[in-house]
């Protein structure tokens, strides 16, 4: 129903729909899509800003010698997991189980291993790209189940956007072979399109699969009616575990008391057979129970994913003492919903990509960005008429401008502050990865507030060419202070460092791009006084007319 009291037909009640849906959290969405879409590689962004693991460069003997160090390390533990080196990382990852230790995360033990020596590498305090995959869901300073919430609702608000959108577009798809640049509104409307529809798909698979993951919050109604509000028993269950145990693994664990030593079998055999059998992909890591003892029991791992649901390739189980080939326990098989489950969740989290997906979700991920970005800048030039009409700009404009600015290149300056908190302050430093996450805040605010003192264009244009030049500098500043410079990363084949300097490269220059754009529009705007209201360049005909197809 419009404003007058007269009503309305679909196409116009699902733009209103789409507008405010996207309008009123949008600010919240791009961030969420921003740190999301940087989530697809938490891992290159973890081993970029652990400096001390670069010089940790894997060779033929990697396997070796980490079991060696983890017979050292931990010859009494219960369970060693040893996660070689790969694509995603450069040192090796192990960590250990004590016998009686706590369940969970709580009762392990990890410690990063020299891949070329088998030395203990020391890194710095960090969350790394953690911070960043936890903020795309949780937020930050708040109690996790309120960040959950709040996440929860705009990724609803995300989704009727979707939906709305495409009803409102009846030309969609038409439309995403057409873009008329310089055209002002009608230019910003076809990026937007264009982007939408590009990767919708993605949009709409991402936005549902991250609704399905926050579902057991959002919707408890079902959990708690079949299991009497017994959730810990639905998660085992879904994970496949029994409920109330560790299932496999609770059987598997442990070490007998009174064992008598047994020294474990080469591992490079085993590894020789795993490589046989895996060729392509090879062992990502190695699972050792009771190491030490007669029943010991060593497990190979293949690297990556054949399956979306499951998220693991296949497993080689031998005698840890003699080294002969055992018979693996056969598997629970799935349910369908656990495989609908595990699908929905393998493809919302990117598990199973080998790194060609895993490149295409991050791009299809910064499609969406964009995408949303545009909208909330359309919302702002599809109201310049309003403004020349009025000849000021209402507040309500103007903070919806100040807020543009602060959540997407303040967004971005304060990622990359991130990056340069985390090269320039002191290692030693107490609490140095709280520190990081406040300098990533403060910045954010200071772009906040600059875009609040600055003029509209002028705030664009400085925050953009900040971001631009910061994320320029950090394969200097990575080279600067002890990382692996970026031809030598590329030599080495260490892409996990590579990969976060090009692609902070590739950042630069599309921040650079877009702010030579705005100069030069700045520049033509300046010699028609006439057409530029706020600052910015809307031919008025075409403006008009766009207005009117929206």
Partial sequence: MRPDGKPEGLRQSMSWLHTWCGLLLGWLLYAVFFTGTLSFFVDE?????????????????????????????????????????????????????????????????????????GEVLTPRETRGGNFLYRFHFELYAMPRIWGRWIVGIATMFMFVAIISGVITHKKIFAEFFTFRPRKGQRSWL??????????LPFHIVITFSGLLLLMSMLMPWGIDAVYNGDAQKYFAESRGRAAGGGGEREARGGRPQAAEPAPLTAIAPLMQAAQARWPERGVGSIVVQRPGTPGSTIELREQGAHSVARGAGEKLLFDGATGAPRTPPEARAPSAAQMVSGTVMGIHLGRFADPAVRWLLFLSGVVGTVMAGSGLVLWVVKRLPERRKLGRTPRGHRSVEVLNIGAISGLSIATATYFFANRLLPV????????????????????????LLRPHRRAWLEQLWLAALAFAALPLLNAATGGTPLPAAMLHGQWSVAGFDLVALAFAALHGFAAWKLGKSAALAATRPAASGAGLRVPRPVAQSAEKQA
Avoid: Y
Avoid at 428 to 451: K, M, N, P, S, T
């Fill in 428 to 451: 030693a430093i107490a609490q140095r990865a709280d520190l990081e996450i406040r300098c990533f805040f403060v910045a954010w605010g200071l772009c906040l507030l600059h875009a």
């Fill in 190 to 199: 076809d990026a937007h399109n264009a982007t939408a529809v590009l990767a």
């Fill in 45 to 117: 962004i973890t081993d970029w800003m652990r400096p001390e693991l670069h010089r940790s460069v894997p060779g033929p003997q990697t396997a070796e010698l980490a079991v060696a160090a983890m017979q050292k390390i931990a010859p009494d533990a219960a369970t060693w997991t040893i996660n070689l080196p790969g694509e995603r990382q450069t040192a090796v990852e192990a960590s250990w189980r004590a016998p009686g230790a706590a369940a969970g995360r709580a009762g392990t033990q990890r410690v990063q291993l020299d891949a070329g020596t």
